[in-house]
C-alpha cells in the first residue's frame, strides 16, 4: 500500500513564500506522476502542478504558473511545492496526489491522496 505524508502549510502574508512537501512510503515503484491539488472552500478540487518522477516533466494549472514550482526530491518519492507571491486567492487546503499514469488534472485520475495541508494568505 502507498501512502503519502504532507507537511508545511499554514499562514502567510501576501507576497510570502510557503514550501509544502510529500513524501510517499510504501510500494512507489510503479509510480509515474506526483502532484499537487488544491481546493478553495465550497469549490472543485483544483489540479495546480505535477511532475513526472522519472523524467522530471512537470505541468501546472494557469492560477499558479510563474509562481510556484513543483520538484523532486530523495530518489523522487518526495515531491516538493514552493509557492512564491502567494495571493489571497491561493488561501485554500492543499492536497498531494499519486498516480500511475498522467491522466490531466482531472482528480478522478488520480490514484492516491494525501490527508491535506492548510494555506491561508491574508492581504
Known amino acids: 500500500q502507498l501512502q503519502l505524508t504532507e507537511s508545511g502549510g499554514g499562514s502567510v502574508q501576501a507576497g510570502g513564500s510557503l514550501r509544502l512537501s510529500c513524501a510517499a512510503s510504501?510500494?512507489?515503484?510503479?509510480?509515474?506522476?506526483m502532484g499537487w491539488f488544491r481546493q478553495r472552500p465550497g469549490q472543485a478540487r483544483e489540479g495546480i502542478a505535477a511532475?513526472?518522477?522519472?523524467?522530471?516533466?512537470?505541468h501546472y494549472g494557469d492560477s499558479v504558473r510563474g509562481r510556484f514550482t513543483i520538484s523532486l526530491e530523495n530518489a523522487a518519492n518526495t515531491v516538493v511545492l514552493q509557492m512564491n507571491d502567494l495571493k489571497p486567492e491561493d488561501t485554500a487546503t492543499y492536497f498531494c496526489?499519486?498516480?500511475?499514469?498522467?491522466?490531466?488534472?482531472?482528480?478522478?485520475?488520480?490514484?492516491?491522496w494525501g490527508q491535506g495541508t492548510l494555506v491561508t494568505v491574508s492581504s
Open positions: 496526489a499519486a498516480a500511475y499514469e498522467w491522466r490531466g488534472f482531472n482528480s478522478q485520475g488520480w490514484d492516491f
Open positions: 510504501g510500494y512507489t515503484h510503479t509510480l509515474n506522476v
Open positions: 511532475t513526472y518522477r522519472r523524467n522530471a516533466i512537470t
